[in-house]
């Protein structure tokens, strides 16, 4: 890559030291900044589900979408696209979150718990990268979403709008919004602090377009290593935000770490999930939260999968608590595995048959010749 | 003087996986790599050719029915700042 590492690293040490910054200032411990958990915290904030402890509008996601609609405007690069196999990608979404909230986090968390010393995290790790190799293997095959097109301004413009909705109905909390009184959703820095953090991210991963998907595929798949370089920058300043500002819950081991479980098959099978899921969406919950605010609706229809899926999680016992993984968590993870493999073989077995039709007919236009 | 390089952008990774054995079997040794920033917002997958050989290349892609975005051309331009250039010293 001819980008500078400088560049992209500073953009991860930026983003590790403001999740330390925004536990200090009330985030639950090691969620400074999760995409899953936070779309959870949405989703349960409108009253998706009713999870009681997990419910609260998230202002870092507003956040992320406004800051990179922004500068995409501002750059000229906010671009109204879509119509990439839509369905698939719900699907897809849904299936991610299932992975991570059986693992409890989304890959960026999965660093930020690494970088304050779980280690279940590890486990996570492990199996991302394992999904993230099973995915590259489709990749190999022909897999593809398709091709976006241009579409209407609208199409654009209803992600950053629906941003603006949470943020009003935060700050109007109106009665029908649901606000955990205990538990992880009850734990957030002020809301200008989030926002403002959000706003900050969202502005750089426009930039730089740093994703945890992308970090490990390029480095398996095309040995490239600049967006890997970028979550080392994550886990490098986090690590240290943490030690300096979180030193009292900075702890090394695997038991009694917060919001997560040791049920390792469970926590390596759900982020393998993840890892597969994301490597077919083109990102990560991170990254297309991103390209959702520079007007990608494909990114948009992932986003609502995402949120789907956990209103499912937690309307159906699927997430893991700090408890462990529940019967209806490995199960819905089994068929998650199953629908998004089949998804896999089936689109690079059309991929497979329309290249051979197209071998064939100029075959057959040679003989004719 | 200012720097150039070109690079092929690709509409699935799996037709940058494939241009690149097809030029490799033509003896065109070209390296994969993140799209550059100037070019795409996306974090798709690029390769990197010699600019010398862009005539080359686009004819052996319509011959062995190699789909590719676009060709382009790109300065190597460095925006730097105090804080990037400590990160590069990494």
């Known amino acids: 890559m001819r980008e500078s590492k400088g560049k992209i690293v500073a953009t991860g040490g930026i983003m590790g030291l403001l999740a330390a910054i925004l536990v200090k200032f009330g985030n639950p411990v090691n969620m400074g900044v999760c995409v899953a958990c936070f779309f ?6 409108l009253g998706l589900h009713r999870a009681q402890v997990v419910q609260y509008l998230r202002p870092e996601i507003p956040g992320f979408i406004l800051g990179s609609f922004t500068i995409a405007k501002a750059k000229g690069e906010f671009k109204p696209r879509g119509g990439s196999s839509p369905i698939l990608r719900f699907i897809l979404g849904f299936f991610l979150m299932i992975g991570a909230l059986v693992f409890l986090g989304c890959p960026l968390r999965m660093i930020l718990r690494l970088a ?4 279940n995290a590890l486990t996570g790790l492990a199996g991302y990268v394992i999904g993230i190799w099973i995915g590259i293997q489709f990749l190999k095959r022909g897999f593809t979403l398709g091709r976006s097109t241009t579409q209407p301004s609208a199409t654009g413009y209803a992600m950053p709008i629906f941003s603006i909705g949470i943020l009003l109905l935060l700050i109007a909390a109106p009665t029908f919004i649901y606000f955990s009184e205990s538990g992880p959703g009850s734990m957030a820095a002020p809301v200008l602090l989030s926002l403002g953090a959000g706003l900050l991210i969202g502005v750089l991963l426009q930039r730089t377009r740093l994703c945890t998907a992308g970090g490990f595929r390029d480095a398996i798949l095309i040995k490239d290593f600049h967006f890997l370089w970028g979550l080392i920058g994550i886990f490098a300043f986090a690590l240290l935000g943490n030690v300096i500002f979180n030193f009292e819950s900075f702890k090394i081991g695997f038991t009694d770490q917060p919001i997560a479980h040791t049920d390792h098959i469970w926590n390596l099978l759900g982020m393998a999930l993840a890892g597969v899921t994301a490597v077919m969406l083109g990102g990560c919950p991170l990254r297309q939260t991103i390209l959702a605010g520079e007007g990608d609706g494909d990114a948009a229809i992932t986003i609502m999968g995402l949120i789907f899926g956990a209103a499912f999680a937690h309307n159906f016992g699927l997430a893991a608590s700090a408890q462990g993984v529940g019967q209806n968590g490995k199960i819905a993870v089994i068929i998650g595995f199953i629908i998004v493999l089949s998804i896999g073989f089936s689109i690079v077995a059309n991929v497979q048959k329309q290249s051979l039709g197209k071998n064939s007919k100029e075959k057959g236009g040679l003989q004719i010749g | 003087m200012k720097n150039f390089y070109c690079v092929v952008t690709f509409h699935s990774t799996y037709h940058a ?20 920033r100037q070019v795409s ?22 011959d062995y029915s190699v789909e590719i975005a676009e ?20």
């Not at chain 2, 996986?17 to 003896?27: A, D, P, S, Y």
């Not at chain 2, 300065?75 to 700042?81: A, I, M, P, V």
Request: charged residues 25%; aromatic residues 4%.
């Open chain 2, 71 to 90: 060709i382009h051309k790109i300065e190597d331009n460095k925006k730097s700042n105090w804080f990037i250039n400590l990160m590069n010293k990494v």
């Open chain 2, 41 to 62: 917002t996306s974090c798709g997958t690029a390769a990197e050719i010699p600019c010398e050989e862009r005539q080359r290349i686009s004819k052996i892609c319509i």
């Open chain 1, 116 to 119: 304050n010393g779980d280690l």
């Open chain 2, 17 to 36: 996986l494939n241009f690149e054995k097809v030029m490799l079997e033509n003896g065109i040794l070209t390296k994969l790599m993140p799209v550059p």
């Open chain 1, 40 to 45: 959870r915290d949405i989703a349960g904030g």
